[in-house]
């Protein structure tokens, strides 16, 4: 498809589809700005994965991550802003303006909002990749029916790890829970339902070295990290849950990141690089949350609103 040939001019160009991207939108949209939303054909928001969040306000019980989603599209769409399914590769700067660069299409903007997310981090041995999709597993609400009545083990000590777990024992026989350390980092609610679920077990201090099998997953090799004593367990699941990384490829060297790799901003989500604004898990925050997440998108469009404003010579002041 010629890249050259659909050239539109937006005021704002957000790159990310989930609550951070999302909540950005809604602002600015409701500031009459030209904004469209563009969604990774390659990937989802994690929330998408995510069968119920109960932690966000105004939801007793739970909520799913898709009808969360799903809200908030329709919210950003009434206010008039696109949202459209492409890949961004990268973004380039000219004089005058930005240009993001996807699989199908450039779009001219003259302000940015990163807003594109993390993924989930790889363990990093033997037998992970070869058995991706054969056993190997980074996310429970996708894969969790394929496991009915047999054993998982799941790897991590963080909310991830042990929300998942607990997800996983609605198909699992057993869900046993590796981590390297002797308590979890995950928050006490989520421990106490942990520990109290019959179907959960844990091994402690333990970090997995190998993950066999011939066609899909058999078995693991554990090491315990104080005895550094061997042990193979019996398995047909291993749910990976250690961590996330920023989707931030497609910056190459435009902005500041932290050592982890994490887009650097102010608290206003203002980025090294004056009109890219970035906000929610792509960035160096404390907290990972739906609603943190909202709450920075919300402040990334007011920024860059006034970035804009002052643009276009129009600042109220
Ligand atoms: P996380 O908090 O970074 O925890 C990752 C876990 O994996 C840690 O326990 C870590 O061990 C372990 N780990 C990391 N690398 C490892 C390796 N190579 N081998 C073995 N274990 C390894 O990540 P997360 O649990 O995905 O959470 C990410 C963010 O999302 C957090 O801010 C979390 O609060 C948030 N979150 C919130 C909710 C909720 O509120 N319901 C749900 C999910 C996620 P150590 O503990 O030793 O470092």
């Known amino acids: ?6 050239r539109v001019l937006f005021d704002t160009v957000i790159v990310g589809c989930g609550p951070a991207g999302l909540t950005a939108a809604i602002y600015s949209g409701r500031a009459r700005f030209k904004t469209v939303v563009l969604q990774s054909r390659l990937v989802a928001s994690q929330v998408l994965t995510t069968s119920e969040v109960e932690n966000y306000p105004g939801f007793v ?5 898709f009808e969360l989603i799903d809200k908030f599209q329709k919210q950003a769409e009434s206010f008039g802003v696109e949202i459209v399914s492409a890949t961004v590769s990268e973004i380039r700067k000219n004089k005058e303006n930005f240009q993001v660069v996807t699989d199908d299409q450039i779009y001219d903007a003259k302000s940015v909002i990163i807003a594109s997310g993390a993924q989930p981090k790889e363990l990093g041995v033997d037998g992970e990749i070869r058995l991706r999709g054969k056993g190997v597993s980074y996310c429970g609400t996708c894969d969790g029916a394929f ?4 054993k998982i083990i799941v790897v991590g000590g963080g ?3 042990v929300e998942e777990a607990l997800f996983l024992t609605k198909f699992a026989e057993t869900v046993t829970i590796v981590h390297r350390r002797d308590r979890l980092r995950a928050v006490k609610i989520l421990e106490e339902r942990a520990f109290s679920c ?3 077990s844990f091994i402690w201090d333990s970090v997995v070295r190998q993950i066999e099998g011939a066609e899909k997953v058999e078995s693991i090799i554990l090491e315990n990290v104080k005895s550094k004593e061997k042990e193979k367990v019996f398995c047909d699941g291993v749910f990976i ?3 996330y990384l920023p989707n931030v490829g497609f910056m190459k060297d435009f902005l500041d990141k932290d050592e982890k790799g994490y887009i650097i901003t102010d608290s206003n989500m203002v980025t090294s690089h004056s009109g890219i604004f970035a906000c929610g898990d792509c960035r160096n925050t404390s907290l990972r949350q739906v609603i943190t997440a909202c ?3 919300a402040i990334a469009a007011q920024s860059a609103r006034y970035y804009l404003e002052e643009l276009m010579g129009v600042g109220y002041k």
């Open 1 to 6: 498809m010629d890249k050259e040939n659909k």
């Open 61 to 65: 019980g739970a909520v799913s991550g």
């Open 147 to 150: 496991f009915r009545n047999k």
């Open 159 to 161: 909310d991830t790890a």
């Open 198 to 200: 019959e179907k959960i």
């Open 241 to 243: 849950f250690v961590g």
């Open 295 to 297: 709450g920075d998108g």
